[in-house]
């Protein structure tokens, strides 16, 4: 069974920086695209990063590129997303989630920018 | 970006009665091997969203028989034969050919 444990949110001031991981268990995580989507409190999905099995591809959305970046330690069968510069509107629940059809979610950590 | 559309915004829905929402992407979604990525996703309150229906009309494992799912291009539509107390929540169709994007959502509740 393919297991997502999210983890690595907190309150952080704008412009600051917070590391999120996401431990994979029950799937050949080092074939497998990973990506992370967010949600922001009581609004819709965004995605905002994909990499691929071996890192050669990473997207980003928009509204993150240049603030934040996706990796991965196959070794650990883990995905990270280093997030800097946040600002008041990167508040939000953040999942990992599977591939590009996101076909199976972490239970979501919890990102707060606020001073 | 591709911008999904879903109708309507909110649904209340008697018990053993069918429901449906319907979902308009604002271009094709037929990639390039011939695949067509449109997803349904369910999001109880307070969980994590989980998909449902996968590449238009495959349902996941687990997945109860009364969700269905249909289109093809831009169009696409879920249904659901006969609402339970448990398909409650928010309902989210997201395409995964381009860049992937969701829906607003649909909140299902029971009248």
């Given at each position: 069974e393919m297991?997502?444990?999210?983890?690595?949110?907190?309150?952080?001031?704008?412009?600051?920086?917070?590391?999120?991981?996401?431990?994979?268990?029950?799937?050949?995580?080092?074939?497998?695209?990973?990506?992370?989507?967010?949600?922001?409190?009581?609004?819709?999905?965004?995605?905002?990063?994909?990499?691929?099995?071996d890192e050669a591809e990473k997207h980003y959305a928009d509204s993150v590129r240049g603030r934040f970046t996706v990796s991965r330690d196959n070794a650990k069968n883990s995905l990270y997303l280093q997030?800097?510069?946040?600002?008041?509107?990167?508040?939000?629940?953040?999942?990992?989630?599977?591939?590009?059809?996101?076909?199976?979610?972490g239970q979501g950590t919890l990102v707060t920018v606020s001073s | 970006d591709v911008v999904m559309t879903q109708s309507p915004l909110s649904l209340s829905v008697t018990l053993g009665q069918p429901a449906s929402i319907s979902c308009r992407a604002s271009q094709g979604l037929v990639s390039g091997d011939g695949n067509t990525y449109l997803n349904?996703?369910?999001?109880?309150?307070?969980?994590?969203?989980?998909?449902?229906?996968?590449?238009?009309?495959?349902?996941?494992?687990?997945?109860?028989?009364?969700?269905?799912?249909?289109?093809?291009?831009?169009?696409?539509?879920?249904?659901?034969?006969?609402?339970?107390?448990?398909?409650?929540?928010t309902y989210y169709c997201m395409q995964g050919t381009h860049w992937p994007t969701f829906g607003q959502g649909t909140k299902v509740d029971i009248k």
């Open positions: 297991q997502l444990v999210d983890s690595g949110g907190g309150l952080v001031q704008p412009g600051g920086s917070l590391r999120l991981s996401c431990k994979a268990s029950g799937f050949t995580f080092s074939r497998t695209w990973m990506s992370w989507v967010r949600q922001a409190p009581g609004k819709g999905l965004e995605c905002v990063a994909l990499v691929r099995s997030m800097n510069s946040l600002r008041v509107e990167d508040t939000a629940v953040y999942y990992c989630t599977v591939g590009w059809s996101l076909d199976s979610w | 349904w996703f369910h999001q109880r309150p307070g969980q994590s969203p989980r998909r449902l229906i996968h590449e238009v009309s495959k349902r996941d494992s687990g997945v109860p028989d009364r969700f269905s799912g249909s289109g093809s291009g831009t169009d696409f539509t879920l249904k659901i034969s006969r609402v339970e107390a448990e398909d409650v929540g």
